[in-house]
């Protein structure tokens, strides 16, 4: 039994870890003009970027767990605001860092997500996706916010367990398109927010309180880390 058991787990580790076919040329072009068509056109923004809030909710709850502080908890918004709420000091290294991984989390998962499938790893795209999702769900602190884990949590078993490696491969080109594309509009929509004399209290105001270094400084460090993502991700999706 104990062997069956051990014999199961290699092969389910060698399913999980190994390559899978590279889609054709069509279906990666296909998949970034279906990301660049939910984030561009306003309105389907509006409803595409609850994703790039719960990837910018998590990676604020990610790092602050890897500093050290005590993740007490997430919010997700209808609005698509989001809050992350943990316990440590107000200040120092840790909180800097929790600070500053909202904004650069989405592009950067979407780097990773293309290191990942220029190597061929769609199915261990897709299962550490799902599992980043479990962990965010577990503290989740309001119902809007569950939901909204929870579907996208639950998007990503349906097609891990049920679709071919075609449709799987397409759905995992896409979703790392969006975080490419999308981690780059919300640093330019909350630079023109704030100039327009709101968001007092952004990452950007918080980071620059922690550090004393001025906030467009801040915003500088942002657009940096999602346009290179998307450039550096980019030629990794599309092979060149």
């Given at each position: 039994?104990?062997?069956?058991?051990?014999?199961?787990?290699?092969?389910?580790?060698?399913?999980?870890?190994?390559?899978?076919?590279?889609p054709?040329?069509?279906?990666?072009?296909?998949?970034?003009?279906?990301?660049f068509?939910?984030?561009?056109?306003?309105?389907?923004?509006?409803?595409?970027?609850?994703?790039?809030?719960?990837?910018?909710?998590?990676?604020?709850?990610?790092?602050?767990?890897l500093?050290?502080r005590?993740?007490?908890?997430?919010?997700?918004?209808?609005?698509?605001?989001?809050?992350?709420?943990?316990?440590?000091?107000?200040?120092?290294?840790?909180?800097?860092?929790?600070?500053?991984?909202?904004?650069?989390?989405?592009?950067?998962?979407g780097?990773?997500?293309?290191?990942?499938?220029?190597?061929?790893?769609?199915?261990?795209?897709?299962?550490?996706?799902?599992?980043?999702?479990?962990?965010?769900?577990?503290?989740?602190r309001?119902?809007?916010?569950?939901?909204?884990?929870?579907l996208?949590?639950?998007?990503?078993?349906?097609?891990?367990?049920?679709?071919?490696?075609?449709?799987?491969?397409?759905?995992?080109?896409?979703?790392?398109?969006?975080?490419?594309?999308?981690?780059?509009?919300?640093?330019?929509e909350?630079?023109?927010?704030?100039?327009?004399?709101?968001a007092?209290?952004?990452?950007?105001?918080?980071?620059?309180r922690?550090?004393?270094?001025?906030?467009?400084?801040?915003?500088?460090?942002?657009?940096?880390?999602?346009?290179?993502?998307?450039?550096?991700?980019?030629?990794w999706?599309?092979?060149?």
């Amino acid at each position: 039994m104990d062997h069956t058991a051990s014999a199961s787990l290699a092969s389910l580790w060698d399913e999980v870890s190994g390559t899978q076919p590279d889609p054709d040329l069509w279906v990666v072009i296909a998949t970034l003009a279906a990301a660049f068509a939910v984030v561009v056109p306003h309105v389907l923004w509006r409803v595409s970027r609850n994703a790039i809030t719960i990837a910018h909710e998590g990676g604020h709850g990610l790092v602050a767990l890897l500093t050290g502080r005590t993740l007490t908890g997430i919010r997700l918004h209808s609005d698509t605001s989001g809050l992350t709420l943990s316990r440590g000091k107000p200040h120092g290294l840790g909180m800097i860092l929790t600070a500053a991984a909202g904004y650069t989390a989405p592009p950067l998962l979407g780097l990773g997500g293309a290191a990942l499938l220029s190597t061929g790893r769609i199915t261990l795209l897709l299962w550490l996706a799902t599992l980043l999702l479990v962990a965010m769900l577990v503290m989740i602190r309001n119902a809007y916010g569950a939901l909204t884990v929870f579907l996208a949590g639950g998007t990503f078993v349906l097609v891990s367990w049920l679709t071919g490696p075609q449709v799987q491969a397409a759905f995992a080109y896409a979703v790392v398109w969006f975080l490419l594309l999308g981690g780059v509009r919300p640093a330019f929509e909350l630079q023109a927010k704030r100039a327009r004399g709101g968001a007092g209290d952004s990452d950007a105001d918080q980071l620059s309180r922690l550090t004393h270094v001025p906030a467009g400084l801040w915003f500088f460090l942002f657009h940096a880390v999602s346009l290179c993502s998307l450039l550096g991700g980019g030629r990794w999706l599309l092979g060149v």
